[in-house]
Nanobody
C-alpha cells in the first residue's frame, strides 16, 4: 500500500525553524518527484518546494527561497523540508505528494505535476 506520512509541524514564533518529514512506504522515493504543498485558510493550495529525486532538480516558491531547503534521504525513504526564518505567512497545512518518474511531464514544472499520492498533512502555525 502506498502511503505518505507527514510529521514535524507545530507552533513556532516568527524567525524560528521547523523541519518537516515525509515518510514514504509502498514505493521508493528515489524513483519519484516529491513535492511539499501548503494551504492556508481561505487560500488555494500552493507548491512550496518540489524535488525530482532521480536527478536532484528542485523548485522553490519565490517567497521561500533562501529560507526553505528540500532534501531526500533515499535510504530512509523520507523527504524533508527544512524551514528557517519562519514568517506568519508560512502558516498553513503542509502536505507532501509523490508522482512516479514515468508519469512525470516535462511540459510542466516540478510542482505543477499531477501528483498521484498525497499525505494527510501537518499543521504549521507561525506566530508574530
Amino acid at each position: 500500500e502506498v502511503q505518505l506520512v507527514e510529521s514535524g509541524g507545530g507552533l513556532m514564533q516568527a524567525g524560528g525553524s521547523l523541519r518537516l518529514s515525509c515518510a514514504a512506504s509502498g514505493f521508493s522515493v528515489a524513483d519519484y518527484a516529491i513535492g511539499w504543498f501548503r494551504q492556508a485558510p481561505g487560500k488555494e493550495r500552493e507548491g512550496v518546494s518540489c524535488i525530482r529525486n532521480w536527478d536532484g532538480s528542485a523548485y522553490y516558491l519565490d517567497n521561500v527561497k533562501g529560507r526553505f531547503t528540500i532534501s531526500s534521504d533515499n535510504a530512509k525513504n523520507t523527504v524533508y523540508l527544512q524551514m528557517n526564518s519562519l514568517k506568519p505567512e508560512d502558516t498553513g497545512v503542509y502536505y507532501c505528494a509523490a508522482v512516479f518518474q514515468i508519469n512525470y511531464s516535462n511540459n510542466l514544472g516540478v510542482c505543477g505535476q499531477a501528483y498521484d499520492y498525497w499525505g494527510q498533512g501537518t499543521q504549521v502555525t507561525v506566530s508574530s
